[in-house]
């Protein structure tokens, strides 16, 4: 079984086929010498270095989850964990330097986003006490207020909680109905929940822990609703025994247990007419003067409440990259499994290690190649992020192109996560299941990923939305006879793949072999084209389907929209593949050794092929493709699986987690030990002439002896 | 919110559209009479009433179980409700009835299927002791130990281990190490485990509270090993301070916490030449006489394993439904709530329910209708268990048959429950997380259905090869030239599927309206052609695949198959997917009343479509659709989810779930009651005048005053 090992630094070279063991033939026929330590560094992106660092916090005892630690007691060791941090993580690096930090906001996410492997819990603590409540007070407060309220935020003496989700409305963030109304007489603002639906709920720190709270409501200033608005509200003190109580007119209940993340008290939070300070609003998008006077940097409502939102596009892009490092994780313990777990004899006696089955290899590499272009994808929206926050590029439409990236990469990598851990939790059959293997507690923790800081139907949608409108504007920019002629040319190619026309053209192209068809799939440019094509193809549909909705009342425009619901979502998936993919191509261009990239390449045709595949009927019936180019999608496929088998070991050592941050014992060495223990038992038997002959070998034997007996008569 | 009701055998008659409640338009539009007691007593099957009586077991509270309790006491809770079900259950309908039983075999299984509504973990502990441990006693054992061993076994005061799987070797158990040697001086069987690899694994009851196991080992007598067989062992004893230890010999380790399914004391277990008397080896289908010759009712050794694996098949059987249940339960929980949850506006000021977005649709109706394919299939592999095991129909072939199709409708059954509660879980976003809607635990349970009782992918790939022996069988008969001739045929089809020639031909049928394809899909005749045609091409292309192993050496053939098996197993899951259509379309024949048979029939036909759907591309690619028609599908789908939408509550409501067999507050009144608060709220705030002011409203307000300022001046 080949060890696993953490390349990391050290440019590890790797010849498969130079190493095998007598466990596990990881890698049989392999040719190529793999630097192993440049895909790493490649990975793990411009902040390898200190994801390294993070990822070796989990190395610490005290740093890593106990699987089945009671509810109450994981929250108070993940609470501990935290305050641990300040010692030992510097976990203030996206915050200003005279508040302790170092205005890296990319650094800072990538130590983040390794923190799930101590415990994913960890990561969304943290994700809360410094990523949303303290980044709330940063991106939305004053100088002043930073003094105020971000070293007990910073430090941890004041756990937050940011009070964003109602009973009532989850995504739907604009509909939340807790009122924060400006008292002139007092100067004060008045928190209210008014019914049972606007009542704070899931707030992480909100059941124990939390002392302070961000919470977000209408902004009710002389009558006018000035939309949704932060204001920074203590809800819980200690008292004279040292004991946390709530304040006055605070409410609070636990969520009690949850599928998974149980390190953190999620709660509820409601407000009987609780008063705070005017300087308690959070400004930046809203304030309300000395005398009573409600302004705004940003007339609209509409764009001023998305700019807000805006501020805090760092939690989809951190739940981004630790679920693809959740994905990364559990190929490393199901492949390293897959390379050692002998089942069933295959040619003779000797039985075959899992990974030498097709269908176990179909099941493992193509979840592979797909965890590999989402982690591209994820280093490219962290760049990004850094861009933005850093100030290099911050502008409205660098924003917009950052929100929509995470809007797009967020569902695409935490589905990725729950379906690849899932399969290789089966892949691993009845140990698989076991706590102590991880996997089934990977999936309890990214289960909510799915749905948590914004659902990810409703993001896609959003990135639909987006789509549309920027093909909206290319159609706006037209006069009405062009307009007309733009539709007009649409609709008719569109007629034209409904027709066989385009389809016998490119039969005509197709009429070569199998094998020039495949080779033509696998250029790069070959696949940039259909994905590219299959996005604004989708996009021109829609709109088209939209245009039904013109000058039509409410109810119709809504059933309209609703019609085409689930293609748009559809284009917003087929537009984050076709990015994972573009990020996979554009990291080829940075490897160096050249067997390397002919290893990677391959892994990005795997992608690129079995995205294809997955929506096949799509080329087909839009007349992309014939039933003959199709044909040779799934025969290419499995012959790129059979050549990445033998360097599977290597790609998943690439990801550098160490046993001790697995902490898998499936993925150890266990497996292989007991396989070469039966075997050599067996042979010993044999050699002693101590093995029992079956019960087949001997009739077998007996008949011929009568056979032989009866010929002799 | 539609209550949840219990039609059960109260033919309650529902018209959707008269009973529209203002919280919930559950079924606006709707205009049939559907009878939610027929669709109950059809989906319920025969033993529908014993099903009613065991589900209710679970209105008792001592039989529920409780989220987040310790696995420890989790353990001991549960096997307090298996005595428990020994007063109150009558587990033990399939034994004999001079042993207190009933000899109703599908009847008894129907009983513990229902036991999912109480606890997940007790349905797998009734099957560890009764489905397994009793049962191996009952079909391998003789009448004499019939009476030595079961009454222990049933009033559980022997709770018993059922030890085949090993550490080493899982769904491969013909290669179990465990050996069980004949000694002839002593007259008794010495259990040894020689190596680590063959350490009993993964068993109920082993851990904690096993007395005896019945252990599957390799039979030795006179050096000649006969194969896998069963010897019933004691384990433990207890002491005479009343305290379980293990007896000497007897090893045994904790498998400590797992993924779920925690009431069950998961263990390993391993001897140490562990004598019992001769008398302990179950004999039916290999004994050993009393001067100590072996002997067996069946010569081949193969067959007699698979025969004597064949009594267990109820394990799977039982699976099978109690898996479907669980999504059934999952469907109900989300529905419930998509009904009443209201989220985003959709024209004008009012809030959409979730159910009447497409995307919503989409997402929960088709699992609706697979669930429903499944739960007519898991009603006929019941039936068709009770009629082999009552002997009213036991033949090879009707065991045969059973076994196939239990292989074939496990597999299905648990992924489909795995995909609906994951996809209901997310639907109901954060409230789907928390434990008390059990939708997470209902996941965290079924999770292992996957892989255990034999792992899914291994099943289908027994499916496929018995789908390929029967075609090999066809080709037997014939003699040499017909053979040729045959693959001749087949051969020259396949060209003619690859070659646009049928595709024109279908082009010209199709050349008719999309709406005429459509009616076209509707009807059965339609969808079965396209379903039996897409299995019967794929085994006769696998078969011609395969021919290149003919003759060839062992790697040669094994490499020759591997490379099929993904091809294999997907033609195992198109098989049982047309049978659970079929089923589906038998079921159909059965409902009296035309309203509901109509719907049903949409409802089939929602399965079968999408179906068709999901393989879109294997239909055209092999020229069985062309580009045209296959546009229809998808649009034919939408326009099914569109006709069902108005009685998915009903829809539901038939499978006979109250709210206090799903104790899931989120499929409650509560949505439904906090929404209205809000919607009356802001009700009386508006009459009051005490409703502020939206600042967009009123910035349209001065901006209108303005320009009548500016005209007048």
């Given at each position: 079984?080949?060890?696993?090992?953490?390349?990391?630094?050290?440019?590890?070279?790797?010849?498969?086929?130079?190493t095998?063991s007598?466990e596990?033939?990881?890698?049989?026929?392999?040719?190529?010498?793999?630097?192993?330590?440049?895909?790493?560094?490649l990975?793990?992106?411009?902040?390898?270095?200190?994801?390294?660092?993070?990822?070796?916090?989990?190395?610490?005892?005290?740093m890593?989850?106990?699987?089945?630690?009671?509810?109450?007691?994981?929250?108070?060791?993940?609470?501990?964990?935290?305050?641990?941090?300040t010692?030992?993580?510097?976990?203030?690096?996206?915050?200003?330097?005279?508040?302790g930090?170092e205005d890296?906001?990319?650094?800072?996410?990538?130590?983040?986003?390794?923190?799930?492997?101590?415990?994913?819990?960890?990561?969304?603590?943290?994700?809360?006490?410094?990523?949303?409540?303290?980044?709330?007070?940063?991106?939305?407060?004053?100088?002043?207020?930073?003094d105020r309220f971000?070293?007990?935020?910073?430090?941890?003496?004041?756990?937050?909680?940011?009070?964003?989700?109602?009973?009532?409305?989850?995504?739907?963030?604009?509909?939340?109905l807790?009122?924060?109304?400006?008292?002139p007489?007092?100067?004060?603002?008045?928190?209210?929940?008014?019914?049972?639906?606007?009542?704070?709920?899931?707030?992480?720190?909100?059941?124990?822990?939390?002392?302070a709270?961000?919470?977000?409501?209408?902004?009710?200033?002389?009558?006018?609703?000035?939309?949704?608005?932060?204001?920074?509200?203590?809800?819980?003190?200690?008292?004279?025994?040292?004991?946390?109580?709530?304040?006055p007119?605070?409410?609070?209940?636990?969520d009690?247990?949850?599928?998974?993340?149980?390190?953190?008290?999620?709660?509820?939070l409601?407000?009987?007419?609780?008063?705070v300070?005017?300087?308690?609003?959070?400004p930046?998008?809203g304030?309300?003067?000395?005398?009573?006077v409600?302004?705004?940097?940003?007339?609209s409502?509409?764009?001023?409440?998305?700019?807000?939102?805006s501020?805090?596009?760092?939690?989809?892009?951190?739940?981004t990259?630790a679920?693809?490092?959740?994905?990364?994780?559990?190929?490393?313990?199901?492949v390293?499994?897959?390379?050692?777990?002998?089942?069933?004899?295959?040619?003779?006696e000797?039985?075959?290690?899992l990974?030498?089955?097709?269908?176990?290899?179909?099941?493992?590499?193509?979840?592979?190649?797909?965890?590999y272009?989402?982690?591209?994808?994820?280093?490219d929206?962290?760049?990004?992020?850094?861009?933005v926050?850093?100030?290099?590029?911050?502008?409205?439409?660098?924003?917009?192109?950052?929100?929509?990236?995470?809007?797009?990469?967020?569902?695409?990598?935490?589905?990725?996560?729950?379906d690849?851990?899932?399969?290789?939790?089966?892949?691993?059959?009845?140990?698989?299941?076991?706590?102590?293997?991880?996997?089934?507690?990977?999936?309890?923790?990214?289960?909510?990923?799915?749905t948590?800081?914004?659902?990810n139907?409703?993001?896609?949608?959003?990135?639909?939305?987006r789509?549309?409108?920027?093909h909206?504007?290319?159609?706006?920019?037209?006069d009405?006879?062009?307009?007309?002629?733009?539709?007009?040319?649409?609709?008719?190619?569109?007629?034209?793949?409904?027709?066989?026309?385009?389809?016998?053209?490119?039969?005509i192209?197709?009429?070569?072999?199998?094998?020039?068809?495949?080779?033509?799939?696998?250029s790069?440019?070959?696949?940039?084209?259909?994905?590219?094509?299959r996005?604004?193809?989708?996009v021109?549909?829609?709109?088209?389907g939209?245009?039904?909705?013109?000058?039509a009342?409410?109810?119709t425009?809504?059933?309209?929209?609703?019609?085409?619901?689930?293609?748009?979502?559809?284009?917003?998936?087929?537009?984050?593949?076709?990015?994972?993919?573009?990020?996979?191509?554009?990291?080829?261009?940075?490897?160096?050794?050249?067997d390397t990239?002919?290893l990677?390449?391959?892994?990005?045709?795997?992608?690129?092929?079995?995205?294809?595949?997955?929506?096949l009927?799509?080329?087909l019936t839009?007349?992309r493709?014939?039933?003959?180019?199709?044909?040779?999608?799934?025969?290419?496929?499995?012959?790129?699986?059979?050549?990445?088998?033998?360097h599977?070991?290597?790609?998943v050592?690439?990801?550098?987690?160490?046993?001790?941050h697995?902490?898998?014992?499936?993925?150890?060495p266990?497996?292989?030990?007991?396989h070469?223990?039966?075997?050599a038992?067996?042979?010993?038997?044999?050699?002693?002439?101590?093995?029992?002959?079956?019960?087949?070998?001997?009739?077998?034997?007996?008949?011929?002896?009568?056979e032989?007996?009866?010929?002799?008569?």
């Amino acid at each position: 079984m080949t060890q696993l090992t953490t390349p990391g630094d050290d440019a590890a070279v790797v010849t498969p086929s130079a190493t095998p063991s007598a466990e596990s033939p990881a890698s049989p026929g392999a040719k190529a010498r793999i630097d192993v330590g440049e895909i790493t560094r490649l990975l793990g992106g411009r902040w390898w270095n200190l994801r390294k660092e993070a990822r070796d916090l989990a190395l610490d005892p005290r740093m890593q989850k106990i699987e089945g630690l009671g509810h109450l007691e994981h929250r108070d060791r993940v609470l501990e964990q935290l305050k641990l941090l300040t010692e030992i993580g510097n976990p203030h690096r996206a915050f200003p330097k005279h508040l302790g930090g170092e205005d890296e906001h990319g650094a800072s996410l990538a130590v983040f986003e390794e923190l799930v492997v101590s415990d994913p819990s960890l990561q969304i603590k943290a994700g809360v006490q410094w990523g949303l409540f303290a980044s709330a007070i940063l991106h939305l407060g004053t100088p002043e207020q930073h003094d105020r309220f971000l070293p007990g935020a910073l430090d941890v003496s004041v756990p937050g909680a940011f009070a964003m989700t109602e009973r009532g409305h989850g995504s739907d963030v604009a509909g939340v109905l807790t009122t924060a109304t400006f008292d002139p007489e007092t100067d004060e603002i008045v928190i209210h929940t008014p019914v049972e639906a606007a009542q704070k709920e899931y707030l992480g720190n909100a059941a124990a822990h939390g002392e302070a709270a961000v919470v977000f409501a209408q902004l009710i200033v002389g009558g006018v609703n000035h939309g949704v608005h932060a204001v920074y509200v203590p809800i819980r003190a200690r008292g004279e025994d040292g004991a946390l109580s709530l304040l006055p007119g605070v409410g609070s209940s636990d969520d009690g247990l949850k599928g998974g993340l149980n390190g953190i008290d999620n709660g509820r939070l409601w407000f009987d007419h609780v008063r705070v300070p005017r300087t308690n609003l959070l400004p930046r998008y809203g304030a309300i003067s000395d005398d009573g006077v409600y302004s705004s940097p940003i007339a609209s409502p509409g764009r001023r409440f998305f700019t807000m939102l805006s501020t805090l596009v760092q939690g989809r892009v951190s739940l981004t990259n630790a679920s693809t490092g959740a994905a990364r994780m559990a190929l490393a313990i199901a492949v390293n499994h897959a390379n050692s777990r002998h089942q069933f004899t295959g040619a003779g006696e000797e039985e075959v290690v899992l990974l030498d089955y097709r269908r176990h290899q179909r099941r493992l590499l193509p979840r592979l190649a797909r965890t590999y272009a989402l982690s591209f994808l994820g280093a490219d929206l962290l760049e990004r992020f850094d861009d933005v926050f850093s100030g290099r590029h911050d502008s409205d439409e660098h924003r917009q192109d950052l929100e929509t990236l995470a809007a797009a990469a967020k569902p695409l990598a935490s589905w990725n996560a729950l379906d690849t851990v899932q399969e290789c939790r089966e892949a691993c059959g009845g140990a698989g299941y076991m706590a102590e293997n991880r996997l089934t507690g990977l999936h309890h923790d990214f289960d909510v990923y799915a749905t948590f800081e914004g659902d990810n139907n409703v993001l896609l949608q959003l990135v639909g939305k987006r789509l549309l409108t920027d093909h909206g504007k290319e159609m706006m920019k037209m006069d009405v006879a062009g307009t007309a002629r733009w539709v007009a040319a649409r609709a008719a190619d569109a007629a034209l793949h409904r027709t066989p026309l385009r389809r016998a053209a490119q039969s005509i192209r197709d009429s070569g072999s199998k094998a020039r068809s495949a080779g033509h799939l696998r250029s790069a440019d070959a696949q940039r084209e259909l994905l590219e094509d299959r996005v604004e193809t989708m996009v021109e549909e829609i709109t088209l389907g939209l245009r039904a909705s013109r000058g039509a009342d409410d109810a119709t425009a809504f059933a309209v929209f609703n019609e085409h619901q689930d293609q748009i979502i559809a284009a917003a998936r087929a537009h984050g593949e076709l990015l994972a993919w573009e990020a996979f191509t554009d990291a080829l261009t940075r490897v160096r050794d050249n067997d390397t990239r002919d290893l990677l390449r391959t892994v990005r045709d795997l992608y690129g092929l079995t995205v294809i595949e997955s929506d096949l009927a799509w080329f087909l019936t839009n007349g992309r493709m014939t039933a003959q180019r199709a044909k040779t999608v799934t025969s290419y496929v499995d012959r790129l699986l059979v050549r990445l088998r033998p360097h599977a070991q290597a790609l998943v050592d690439a990801f550098a987690y160490s046993p001790e941050h697995l902490r898998a014992p499936l993925a150890g060495p266990g497996e292989a030990l007991r396989h070469a223990e039966a075997e050599a038992y067996a042979r010993r038997q044999r050699a002693n002439g101590e093995a029992p002959i079956d019960e087949k070998t001997l009739n077998a034997r007996l008949a011929k002896r009568a056979e032989a007996t009866a010929t002799v008569e």
